[in-house]
């Protein structure tokens, strides 16, 4: 069992949102989806050995810690990580209703071990009326941020293809009407740039700059395949985001919290994936996003 002291680095580089502007550069997290195959323990050892910060620690099916166990194993996970050196300034959940059974045990325990940040889950468009879809969702997004400011802990809104909210302005309203001490953006480059590719993103950027928590790291490029247009995804730096842009802006804002950086494209060499592969990218990925972000 830990507390707050065990987890000092974690609220130090954990401090996004209004009363964080002061700082000068974010905390690098790995994104632990990505090294689903190894413990606790040898996860915080490799995302150090890596270069990183501090790890983003999936709390969901099938994650690091499941979310109906984050009351006993959520502190073990984040002592095991500590022990490496490194911090857990932040989770991802799929947690997308106030109702869930798992949502105040999840938080309560992050924020009572100083986990600053959460990741929500996602909402669908399942009808054409989309104006019923969004007033759903900010229901629900009300609902997860009054009980994250009954735990003391920040909850970041993805952009995402294809989900609710990939376009920003659709859930913007929503947002608005949120404290923004406790729920903002969680704000991820790639999609921006996938739905508004054509300058949209930039203005999607300022939208949620003012109350941005978090940020994802990624990258595609547009293909043309016999099946018509496809999004690739590839390495930091080499698709259609620009990166000297997004940097710029985010160092101008003083943005100082957590940065994930998410590994969706192929990392096999010689036809096999392994964590030796996966951890050669993500060096190659902290690199250039230390060269834009750092």
Not at 5 to 30: K, N, V, Y
Not at 105 to 120: D, M, N, S, Y
Not at 251 to 259: L, S
Request: hydrophobic content about 45%; some cysteine.
């Amino acid at each position: 069992m830990i507390g707050r002291t065990a987890q000092a680095a974690a609220i130090a580089i954990g401090s996004a949102g209004l009363g964080a502007r002061t700082r000068e550069a974010p905390a690098f997290c790995f994104f632990s989806k990505h090294l689903a195959e190894l413990d606790w323990r040898d996860l915080g050892k490799a995302v150090r050995d890596a270069g990183y910060d501090g790890v983003d620690l999936t709390v969901r099916t099938k994650g690091h810690v499941l979310p109906e166990r984050a009351a006993a194993d959520l502190p073990r996970a984040l002592e095991a990580i500590a022990a490496a050196g490194i911090g857990v300034p932040m989770i991802t959940t799929e947690l997308t209703s106030p109702g869930d059974p798992t949502a105040r045990p999840i938080l309560e325990t992050a924020a009572r071990h100083g986990v600053r940040f959460f990741k929500t889950g996602y909402w669908h468009y399942r009808s054409p009326d989309v104006r019923a879809q969004l007033a759903e969702t900010g229901r629900a997004l009300e609902g997860l941020a009054a009980i994250a400011r009954d735990c003391g802990i920040q909850l970041g809104f993805h952009n995402h293809t294809a989900y609710v909210g990939a376009a920003l302005w659709d859930i913007a309203p929503a947002m608005d009407r949120l404290d923004p001490r406790w729920a903002g953006y969680y704000f991820d480059p790639r999609h921006a740039v996938a739905e508004g590719g054509g300058g949209a993103w930039k203005s999607a950027a300022h939208l949620v700059l003012p109350r941005l928590k978090m940020m994802s790291l990624k990258d595609f490029f547009w293909e043309r395949t016999a099946k018509g247009w496809r999004i690739r995804d590839c390495p930091l730096g080499e698709g259609a985001v620009d990166w000297a842009w997004i940097g710029g802006t985010v160092r101008e804002a003083r943005f100082a919290g957590p940065i994930s950086l998410h590994f969706e494209y192929p990392v096999e060499e010689n036809g096999g994936h392994s964590t030796r592969h996966m951890l050669r990218a993500a060096e190659r990925d902290l690199a250039v996003a230390r060269r834009f972000f750092g």
